[in-house]
């Protein structure tokens, strides 16, 4: 009979309810086997091995950056996931020429929807085939003379190389072809502009961009910006802080004589890829440019340079620069000039010298290096200052310093090529010496006071533990103070990129920072001018001035020929007037 739930009958409910019985002993055996079988299968299983994939995107995103550019190929070639994350770290630096390959690698970058977001490093090379264009038989003697000069350095270093054969002729017509190509699209390039427009197209999608470095003649070495992430390029371009870095013009194997354009040394390079940072409005952390022609910085041109960059370079931390205040020589102008030719070119290398003089004095690059508050290296140079005498300086200390402002993070100064005092000089250095870590010199003149002087005060100044470094290579050029010594000091500290510092060099380092040494290690005892060797091209002791001139008077031939206007001769003794200057109507 049913019954409503809700409802139950009077019977129903007064029935006994039934109680619930504890569990037998048997049943109770039976449970806990139940329980440690149980137990004992979750303790078999092996626990969940992680994967990449299980680390949040944050720690993979780290570890790609401590990572080499091939490591990160294989990384993005796992899965989808992984290859995103690692594009982000595929490209942090692009090593690129004025070629045309590099072009469109450049381009195709800028399409890839992850890429360009993450370059933060610009590299520009302004290495460009010469023009004119050589004919055959001047490509043909070009290899010749090359494959002559790789003989002789490798027998000299006794290596195998040297007895390696002439590259046949089929072959280097089939180079010349190959050459013949490139330098016609380069010249369709650069007479179309086309290196302004792909670069404003391309940086305009760079958005982190943080970066650029201009390299002419290998200066600051392509790919040594030191990115926090690893350093890469595309198409195969060498690795970061090499010299010999691969470049596109590779495969003219028989030419190796790559330059700039001939009296604009990286202005175009330069000045293009500034164009685009500007057009992209892009506030850099860093700026490398060298070697530059001085007339980069001539407003009066008109022309885009640094002066028209606005507040775009105020938040740079580190910026280094390197000028070439006169024209460069090629070696092959030497070996077919006379002597009369040789005269003149060495009158038109003064002459851009003093024009560059007169440019730095109205505070061009002071100006521009007042606006970064915020630098923390800082690198200002001029390069081949006068191959032909070492006395004319380009610019001053204070020409390219604020010399009454203060960097408060300031941790890398080095100079070289300028021309100053001992005094401003060591007011500078100590107005930064709470912050100041390393300190280079190269090429410099104290114009009326002596090194034997400075270097005691530095010392003295420069007590901190936070100096790592005080080092002076190049030339050391100053006068004596003492009343019974006043002439010109002169020392050659070397060059440790080149062919090495010498002993007195490693001597002066090793007085700044063991304090055990006693007396200044430069003295008129070991004074020692520039090696004569070093001041002559490899390419011309080749080929000497047969007929013309021997070589040990070419210097002397060199500087007393040299007219200058109201008559005398400012290199018979330059220490006599410290004050000439180039009368104006000279240049005009």
Known sequence: MWQDPANPSADTMNQPQRQ?????????????????????????????????????????????????????????????????????????????????????????????????????????????????????????????????????????????????????LAEVKESYREYKRVHQAQEEIIREERDYEILKEVVGKMTNLKEVMVSSDFEFRLGSLGSSSSSSSYGGHGGSGTKDCRTPFDKLDCLTQLDGEKGQEGVRHLRAIMMAVKEAGIELKSLCAGLIHWSFFNEALGNFGFHSMGNLLANLTRFELLVLPGPSQDPEDFQHADAIEMNNMSIDVMEEIFRCQELMRKGVIRNLVKGMPNLEILSIGFMDHAE???????????????????????????????????????????????????????????????????????????????????????????????????????????????????????????????????????????MEPIPDDDLMDEDILDHPFEGLVPEHELAELILGGMQFPGGGNPFGDPFDDPSFEVPGGWLD
Not at 28 to 44: A, C, H, K
């Open 388 to 526: 032909d005498n070492d006395f004319i300086f380009p610019a001053r200390l204070q020409d390219v310093i604020p010399l009454n402002h203060t960097f408060p993070n300031l941790e890398s100064l080095k100079l070289e090529g300028l021309e100053t005092e001992r005094q401003e000089l060591t007011d500078f250095v100590v107005k930064h010496k709470d912050s100041l870590m390393k300190l280079e010199l190269r090429d410099m003149r104290l114009v009326t006071t002596s090194w034997r002087k400075l270097l005691p005060e530095l010392r003295y100044e420069l007590k901190t533990e936070l100096m790592e470094e005080v080092s002076i290579y190049g030339m050391a050029l100053g006068m004596g103070e003492e009343d019974d010594d006043q002439e010109l000091e002169e020392w050659f500290m070397g060059d440790p990129e080149d062919h090495g510092a010498t002993e007195l060099a490693t001597r002066v380092q090793k007085y700044f920072m063991d304090t055990s040494m006693g007396d200044c290690p430069l003295s008129r005892e070991n």
């Open 20 to 168: 619930p019985q504890p569990p037998s002993s048997s049943t109770t055996e039976q449970t806990q086997e139940q329980t440690d079988d149980t137990q004992m299968q979750d303790t078999s299983e092996q626990p969940k091995k992680l994967t990449l994939l299980d680390l949040p995107p944050e720690i993979l995103h780290q570890v790609c950056t401590h990572l080499p550019l091939k490591s990160i190929r294989s990384f993005r070639l796992t899965n989808r996931l992984l290859g995103e994350i690692g594009a982000c770290h595929a490209l942090p630096e692009l090593i690129f020429y004025l070629h045309t390959t590099d072009f469109a690698a450049l381009r195709s970058i800028a399409s890839h929807p992850i890429y360009p977001r993450f370059v933060r490093s610009l590299i520009y090379g302004c290495d460009i085939l010469p023009s004119p264009r050589l004919s055959l038989k001047q490509y043909v003697a070009e290899c010749r003379r090359t494959e002559k000069r790789r003989a002789k350095m490798h027998a000299r270093h006794a290596c195998d190389e040297a007895n390696r054969p002439p590259k046949p």
